[in-house]
């Protein structure tokens, strides 16, 4: 294996690494594998406490631990009832719902990221319908010769 080239000031080339193979896919940092382990010798005990916890309202921190005990499959529905869009205020209506759910611990941002990249396309479409309605007839008249 050749050394990677280095400029008169002993940089490395630009676009050029010190380790061009990098770290490995799909390792993991020291602490998150010794976290995951620590977690995962004491699942019964975790689970069995936050229970008993929740029977005395502690329902937030039950449902971090969970989340990290047994996460949600990413493409699985999302428990978070919206409003039916029809149009842009239905739109803003709902986005203002999925902002809220984030505040109150009911969706993860990357859920509610998610919701609005469905209302973006929903509008996108609404607005791409509209302008097609607005420009179908006038064009056609517009091009006709007087």
Known sequence: MSSPERTSEGRFVPGQSGNPAGRPRGSRNRSTILAETMLEARVE???NCLVNSSKY?????MRMCFDRVAPLRKGRPVPFELPRITGH?????????IV????EGELTPQEAED?????????RVRIARLERAASGPATAA?????
């Open 57 to 61: 309202g502690s329902m937030r921190a």
């Open 115 to 123: 919701l609005i990249r469905v209302i973006e396309a929903f509008e």
């Open 45 to 47: 005990e975790l689970t």
């Open 89 to 97: 205020a239905d739109a803003v209506e709902a986005a203002s719902d």
């Open 100 to 103: 809220a759910g984030v505040a």
């Open 142 to 146: 517009s091009k006709t010769p007087v």
